[in-house]
């Protein structure tokens, strides 16, 4: 392998001793030396590639330790209905009539990241989709992941009629006088599409069974996406035996985008057990770090569990996956076995409850447990005072403040300028992270720090602007925090001699630009084990 020079750079290390240098110099997949370009020229050794960057900031690559690998893939490969890019009923139509028109006729057309909330004309039903195709069978996810539409071919494909009954946990919405819409709420969604794992009420279930042909290549196919926005490690906080045999898949052949940690979910904590396993469990491309369980459910689905309830009426009241008890004793029973637990928690009510098995587990956990928070939505200030008693790690994903901000303001009132209170947790010495909950939001992770910086909701309204991070603070949660929640900051997250040689080089400076331009940055050349895999044309 030649070395690696990058020269004429605004390297921002993560590392406190060297905090920025002109220039870093890369061999055999390690970071060799950070520091003045003669000497970097040296340790690049003979032969080195060498790249001029410009005055372009150089950071570690980003890690983003939570983000659903396979079910990102899935959605790049699947019509995008994000807002505003999909903004009414008709432009739904559009989207799914041109996806129809490329897709051979029987062959299912799957749409993510639906934001009906926003269309002006009201919610699509089976009759919207209709008009865009009758020949295949369309299920239209909704952003929030619980809730779908489908067509009328899809519920003939179902063999679903007018006169199906709702299964436990679910729904077929009905009109007025009793007719199917085509939307389909939670358990109702699996008996469209068929669901490759049973999950128990562990959590939401989206892992569809899909051909593992189709899988694999959409996953190699998501390279382009993760390399070009800077991103070198991820950790997929949802797998089942559907994602790691993909993932094992891609690694065997040569095709893992980027290095892969995953969290089984907690359904299944027994076999696990069983057969001797928890985390950190693999090497650095393909590893388990931890084990994922839900407390409450989602803001924008109305399930996040509060102590008063929310919506614009008080309609919202929640809902647990859990009775508290349960949630300590599987939790606890995780810690025992050596998993790092990490819980999704949105509601301050769910917060007392995962708290409680936090404490419980650190009771039975090794000396560095480093517990995680999913999400993280609404710790009280009690609450976050008590995270430094377990050196809790919130894992924050302020994306959605962008995105669904208005949503918020408007559900939760005051109580939305507190969602994610990052500063609080920074000057309280924790170490928060920022992640993306891609497929769930973007990928990129400048879009994040951009948000956890400027903390505006999409429609330009301040959303707790007072818990707002420094630029340099965002970089770190996406860097070597990320690293550090992942328990691999001895090696990954910062640039300095011995470390694995994933960096990045963004296509500007970004310490001299004004924080509105934050998020239209893009990586301009990714390095990952020492390899250049992205370069801007
Ligand atoms: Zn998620």
Known sequence: MTGLLIHNARVLT??????TAPAVAVREGRVRLVGGVEAARAAAGPGAVEVDAGGRTVLPGFIDPHNHLLSTAESLAAVDARYPRVGSAADLVAAIAAEAER?????????????????PGGRPTRRHLDEATTEHPVIVYHV?????????????????????????????????????????????????????????????NFHTALPTEHLLGWLSDAAGPYLSAGVTTVCDPQVSARELRVYRAARAAGTLPLR?????????????????LASPFGDDWLRLTGMKFYSDGTLLGGTAKFSVPYGEHGQFPGSLYHHPDQLVDLVTRAAKEGWQV??????????????????????????DPRPRIEHCGYPTVEQAKRFTDH???????PNFLHDSGGDFLRRLGDRAHRLQPMREEIDLGL?????SDSFVSSLRPMDTVANAVCRTTREGADIGREQGVTLHEALR????????????????GALRPGYLADLVVLDADVESLPQDRLREVNAWLTVLDGEVVHQAG
């Open 14 to 19: 993560m590392d406190d001793t060297n905090p």
């Open 103 to 119: 897709t051979p006729a029987g062959q299912w057309i799957r749409a993510f990241s639906m934001d009906d909330a926003k269309y």
């Open 144 to 204: 929030s992941g619980h809730q779908a539409v489908v067509n009328s071919a899809a519920l003939a494909w179902s063999g679903i009629g007018e006169d199906v009954p709702d299964p436990a946990g679910g729904s077929f919405v009905r009109d007025e006088g009793g007719r199917l819409t085509g939307m389909v709420t939670d358990a109702a969604m699996e008996l469209l599409l068929p669901l490759a794992v049973d999950i128990g009420c562990h959590g939401p």
């Open 260 to 276: 892969t940690f995953g969290m089984p979910l907690s359904h299944q904590l027994d076999s696990l057990t069983h057969a001797g």
């Open 342 to 367: 990490a819980i999704h928690t949105q509601g301050d009510a769910a917060m007392e409850h995962t708290l409680d098995a936090i404490a419980s587990a650190a009771r039975v956990s090794g000396p």
């Open 391 to 397: 050196g809790v790690i919130p894992v924050n994903q």
């Open 431 to 435: 170490r928060p992270v920022l992640s």
């Open 477 to 492: 949660a996406h860097t070597l925090d990320a690293a550090h929640a992942l328990g691999v900051e001895d090696r990954l």
